[in-house]
């Protein structure tokens, strides 16, 4: 069940202060999944996916998300009460990979992430695949 359907931008630059998802401007479609249904007896160990794939609205928007998915995943996270570490973040492209984060030791008010990227299990895809067919 598709939660939220949306277009995520940045522009790498910092006016309040808080530091940017990456220097770097970038554009990604995101699309928030429910995976199974609330009366399913099945409980999932990731409830959600966040499916993503880049917008190119201008050239220099081409940032790849392999060394920013913590903070991307933060930002999404915070934005739309999810927490990163229960949802798996699928990259399409070719291949499509999906990022797992791991909540490490807290060393300071900032949570740091060991994040893990793999490629999309058969399963996974088969679950996401019917709400990612017009994405």
């Known amino acids: 069940m598709i939660l939220h359907d949306f277009t995520y931008e940045w522009d790498g630059k910092s006016a309040t202060g808080k530091k940017p998802i990456s220097w ?18 099945l ?18 928007m081409n940032t790849a998300l392999e060394n920013y998915i913590h903070y991307f995943a ?39 992430y060991a994040v893990s990227w793999r490629s999309v299990r058969p399963n996974e895809m088969e679950t996401i695949e019917p709400d990612i067919t017009d994405f």
Do not use: H, M
Request: glycine share 6%.
């Open 74 to 112: 933060e930002e999404i996270s915070r934005q739309y009460g999810l927490e990163p570490a229960k949802a798996l973040w699928i990259r399409l492209g070719d291949p499509i990979q999906v990022a797992q984060l791991r909540p490490e030791r807290k060393l300071s008010d900032e949570t740091f």
């Open 24 to 41: 770097w401007p970038g554009c990604y479609r995101v699309r928030i999944i429910r995976l199974g249904q609330e009366n399913d007896t």
């Open 43 to 60: 409980k999932y160990l990731f409830p959600l996916a966040v499916v993503f794939k880049p917008v190119k609205t201008k050239a220099v």
